[in-house]
């Protein structure tokens, strides 16, 4: 975010100097995306994911851990299967030398590496929260903040 900012920054002097920069807006939503990639493990860890805590505080205990086993392994499939894509796509750019059709021209590859590892990442936390909930734990936090309806 730091990243995105300071380029939105440079952007903001430069013009008022009349200096043309290119790509500084791609290269804005780069970092931008990548902060949101990377961010996907931890939000999850802090349990800042959307759940339906409506649904699952009205089950019983061992309905609930039912659905909490079939949430995790549905999350931890899917989250597997961006994985799997996301850094296919990486080497696809690689392979293929794609670039940014944007004014900045740059290998796509780059920018979209930082959504790979965050894609990674995300997996990892969910089997990551798997083995903790088979151990008896809870890998995502869960407070009142969660509860709470807006």
Known sequence: MVAAFLTILLGVVAREVHWDIVGLDAYAGYAIACALFLALPGTLKRGEHIRVTLLLDRLSPRLRAGV????LFLGFGMALMLAWYASRMVWLSWTTHDISP???ASPLWIPQLGMALGCVGFALSFAHAL???ARGGNFIAVG???ARTE
């Open 144 to 146: 009142a903040e969660a």
């Open 131 to 133: 083995v903790l909930h």
């Open 102 to 104: 944007a004014a900045d």
């Open 68 to 71: 909490e086993w079939v949430c």
